[in-house]
């Protein structure tokens, strides 16, 4: 059914263009988990790029929106029944979508803070592998300065 009051076509038409970037952020979504799995960094860099520059067309849909938010009861009690369950099944779809990315971008930031703990991990390792290995290099002591050998060498 078409709801023929003109502002609730309006904010479906707003839900969708929404619905429609964030399927292509879900689709992000997996890309990016993979290059994190992967540590492509470079190409996490450039796909995040992406996401953003879709972030911000969902920022802008969000302005056209809050005018609805704004005066949502009254608008609410405005339209029938049928009117009501149409704009709350784009409405939660737009939502389950949402909660989804959200759920996923939250697991990759796990996964990330997991990758970044591991790396600084390696990187103390390999540090106190070169200060032993300076230490030792540096050493003072030569196998014919060594007070522990005997008369014989």
């Known amino acids: 059914m078409v709801i023929a009051t003109g502002w609730a076509d309006t904010l479906i038409d707003l839900l969708d263009r929404q619905r429609a970037i964030y399927l292509q952020l879900q689709g992000f979504s997996h890309r990016q988990t993979q290059l994190i799995d992967a540590g ?5 860099l450039s796909l995040l790029d992406e996401r953003q520059r ?8 969000s302005r ?14 405005s339209l029938d029944e049928p009117a009501k369950e149409e704009l709350k099944t784009h409405i939660d779809a737009v939502q389950a979508m949402l909660d ?10 796990a996964a990330l803070t997991e990758h970044r703990r591991r790396i600084a991990q390696q990187m103390t390792a390999l540090h106190r592998g070169t200060s032993a290995h300076q230490v030792y290099r540096s050493s003072p002591i030569r196998p014919t300065d060594s007070r522990f050998t005997d008369q014989r060498g």
């Open 64 to 77: 056209e929106v809050e005018p609805f938010r704004q005066r949502w009861p009254a608008l609410w009690a």
């Open 54 to 61: 879709l972030i911000d067309q969902i920022m802008a849909i």
């Open 40 to 44: 492509d960094a470079e190409a996490l």
């Open 100 to 109: 989804r990315i959200l759920r996923q971008d939250e697991q990759d930031r």
